[in-house]
């Protein structure tokens, strides 16, 4: 990261849109769960998470506009571009809460593994909350639906994200189906760290003992080097007792 | 592990917690395939199971009492507690049974590899065994259920823990569901563990060919140390002829 | 790659094939989508279609041709000839476009994950679209067939790929079922190539952990030869004081 | 391999069993597709088919006897055993065939690499086909069966072994269902070593990195091993001319 000012703006902000992520994720969630809403209600949550969506936009802009390098900050962040024009599809509104992912990661800094974990842990979770939302919301008035209820979009993201898909439940509508792209997306890579952090953890034992080889090596190199520091120590003293020899040599008797 | 007071409880207990856990798997196993149980013989059984439930409940208080570093302990075995407490979802309580691989696997200590391998296969068909029970247990009485028998339990955890999900049999209930999940992250482990086995294989021959790196440059260094040792005393030999010559300078004609 | 030859060739071509698969994509692509051409300009299309076969032929004829090691070169290019006769079910036609893949991969040197992730989702995104087409091409006017728009043909191509497989559609001809197989082999692929992606991330700690050692071993090595030569000199030195004085010897009073 | 018998046997008859193995697959593929067979000629297949299987017994039984170590070999070969007792399973008996590959396979030693993907590629190509025509054999006739042509059990085991599952197709009978479970082993199988090849052919240069390095520390290790042989010879250059001075000494005016 060379961009010293993002990373300013960075540590400035990550509690308030963290905040705001949570406010939108409780906001969505209330407005999809309470059915009952009044329409005025339901209208007033809409302009929350509008307001929301605004002040996202605003830090997108506030970061392009502090970028050194402005083209290439755009092109390495197509994916924040992309969570933001997400809302356009209503139901895919709320993945964006799982930046706060990354903001609450930050907090735990102590082990590579460990993190790795949460952080795995922690975007199933929520990207697999945040879908059943969405593909309640999509889905449920739709003619032919079979995800008619929260606990049934659940168990159809459980389902998704393994790659198992029974096909009991299936979304039928276009948003329901991008959100259902979105987790199995999440699903290849959630096999695909899961497999990682296992071959990483039998792998491990290469990584000790190659330190182990070059531990030694050092060490070896090390008492090398003393012994060299020995040999040039006595060299010196030869040569010294040697310039003594030459230093007589006038005196030898040359006439 | 630094906690020698755990460490020594649990070799205590290995084999009595082995010996609940069969216990445990033998009396759920009859309880659940034995239909034509007298609803006496069932309560007597349920407070078996409840009898082993409250002993291995004592085990983890036990080992908390024990814990020198008590936060963290709870912190890195909330799994098991999770397993402990999972037996309010009735179908669930066998998954306890797993931890009995664990003790087995102590007890083959030769190598890695093979440990791995026993550890996978035992896990797979201990977790996929209890799940067809689990499973059964929940959705045989439900309306709608596709799983009614234990070969059809059976069946459904193959297509399941596989990843495959046919959708021909699939839970129903909320209890099957969450055994459903539990196994679907055991379908993800295996996967994970499978691949990992083998890339590690693949990879051995990076580690032997590191290895037979760092063993030549051992052996050369020790070569090129057992030089210097030859030149050091090659050197102290000059010296000492040098030091011969000097002392005999004074004698030489000064006048 | 020993075959200068070729790859003069395949400089000189890169751009031409890229174009010719351009074309025949966007040709394919009209043809399937719209319905309702003539059968003039349905047949029109079709010799489009043919003619850029052709010429792929003529270029896959001409490599074995500067080939210098001609079987050598057939045998490690057997998926070229695969690509070549796939027409034969001519809704595979279009797979041979993923080649371009590798024409576009060749401009972006910069970095191997880089190219590593254009490459995966460049491909999966062209495999993707063209098997949705393939798929829509065979099915749609078979009996029971339960893909029938675009729509449910990308849908059906998402929940291939990903190994979900929920099975709400799925192909019922020959030839449907001969792109599903591609794609599922692309999705194995997929799978295999995220998780390789990210267990090297995972490990790129080791090779830089192994990289700083051996930058040590290294370092230590060049200070080790920098004293030698240091010693050397001294030797020498002490070597021409002792010539000095040995060409002083006639001199001495030998009388 | 520390058994030099078992060794010797398998040279010997490498490939009769590729033969009995050819003629043993021949057989079954056409009892199972040809259906017009009258009773007697298919009880004469039967013949041939046990038969077969009494030699593959014949060879596991020699191999035992020709083991050292006994029951290390039992051990280590349980799927030898496994394999040879399937048949009591009808549809199983054609998995055997498997074992063929690894003969065909130590016939082109040349690269790791290759040789992987070829067993990779035989060893799925020839499980598929085995188990369509396993499946088949258990299903076509069961009441409620989705696979009776030889054409479904194809299609069925593509979408099996590839853990897609849709579910449009799947087996009914004890018999099918464990020739799935064997598919699906298989396809968790083939994915991890996809991952795992891929993984490794990201991993290949850090091997190469590694190897570089090691190879940058021996030359520097030889080129300081030259180093000390040349302050060596210098120093007993040193050394002989100190000699030759000490040799004069006692001509030195003492008197």
Request: proline residues 4%.
């Amino acid at each position: 990261m060379d961009e010293p000012r993002i990373a300013a703006w960075d540590r400035r902000v990550d509690w308030p849109l963290t905040g705001l992520a949570v406010v939108f994720l409780a906001v969505y969630t209330w407005q999809v769960l309470q059915r009952s809403l009044s329409p005025g209600a339901h209208e007033a949550l809409d302009v929350v998470l509008t307001v929301v969506w605004v002040l996202l936009g605003v830090d997108y802009l506030v970061r392009i506009a502090l970028a050194r390098r402005r083209r290439r900050y755009v092109g390495t962040h197509v994916l924040d571009l992309l969570i933001l024009l997400l809302p356009v599809l209503r139901p895919l509104r709320a993945l964006r809460v799982v930046t706060v992912i990354g903001v609450l990661n930050r907090q735990l800094r102590d082990d590579f593994r460990g993190r790795v974990a949460v952080y795995v842990v922690g975007t199933v979770t929520l990207v697999g909350f945040v879908s059943a939302l969405g593909v309640l919301d999509a889905e449920r008035d739709a003619p032919g639906a079979t995800i008619t209820t929260f606990g049934e979009a659940l168990w159809w993201t459980i389902t998704t994200i393994s790659t198992v898909g029974y096909g009991d439940r299936y979304p039928v509508t276009f948003e329901g189906r991008v959100v259902a792209a979105t987790l199995m997306i999440a699903g290849i890579a959630l096999l695909g760290v899961v497999t990682a952090s296992i071959a990483s953890w039998f792998l491990a034992n290469i990584r000790s003992t190659a330190a182990e080889a070059a531990r030694i090596t050092e060490d070896e190199l090390r008492a090398t080097s003393a012994q060299l520091t020995e040999v040039l120590a006595e060299l010196r003293a030869v040569s010294g007792r040697l310039a003594e020899l030459e230093r007589d040599r006038p005196t030898r008797p040359s006439a």
